[in-house]
């Protein structure tokens, strides 16, 4: 039986890929990302799977600095126009669900931001904004089928659970931005008080 490694060990084993997504991360890239929330009138956000919770939350906090957010497959979330922007998390960029999403709303003259691993994927090949964060990916045959097959099927073998950091760096690159947005637009953190839930 192969020695166990503690959860201690695991988490600063993460952390220590987060730091060197961190290192990795361009500052181009980021910086046009940011250009295109601020400058967008509405922002709709997608993922799929573990992608689609970290959508989820970016959506929150996007809702809590007072722009208008939404999450792509909710009932209440609003027809999209020329001009809003489409946020999707998508670690391979090649997600079928989303990559077909993705493509709707160009074609309606929406603008597309992908947070992904890969830039040359089926979603970053259309988009007008990609931030790549580096991550340990599995090799698969067919990277369109990560969400529909693999998550399913649970057929992952690195490290982190499901074969891949993507999410958990996802995370914490989204609750920076919101940060940065927060310094760039001197929003205080009682403002964001003031819109959070208060009939849970």
């Known amino acids: 039986m192969s020695e166990c490694k503690t959860v201690q060990d695991m988490i600063r084993l993460m952390a220590s890929k987060i730091e060197d997504m961190a290192d990795s991360l361009s500052d181009e890239q980021v910086q046009k990302f940011i250009d295109e929330i601020l400058n967008a009138e509405r922002i709709y956000v997608m993922g799929a799977g573990r992608s689609g919770l970290v959508a989820k939350a970016f959506a929150m906090r996007l809702m809590h600095l007072g722009l208008r957010s939404y999450v792509i497959g909710e009932t209440i979330t609003p027809a999209m126009k ?8 998508s670690g391979s960029g090649e997600t079928k669900t989303i990559a077909e999403l993705c493509e709707t709303a160009k074609s309606i003259g929406g603008r597309i931001c992908l947070v992904s691993s890969k830039t040359d994927s089926r979603i970053g090949r259309i988009a007008n904004c990609v931030v790549v964060i580096e ?26 659970p499901l074969g891949t950091l993507f999410e958990t760096a996802s ?10 947005i927060m310094e760039i637009t001197e929003c205080e953190e009682c403002d964001l008080k003031g819109r959070h839930a208060n009939i849970e």
């Not at 995370?171 to 940065?180: L, N, P, R, T």
């Open 171 to 180: 995370m914490v690159f989204s609750d920076s931005i919101i940060s940065a």
């Open 82 to 89: 020329e001009g809003d922007i489409v946020v999707a998390f």
């Open 135 to 160: 991550s340990h990916r599995d090799k698969v045959k067919d990277e369109s089928e990560e969400y529909e097959i693999r998550q399913m099927m649970g057929e992952h073998k690195s490290f982190a």
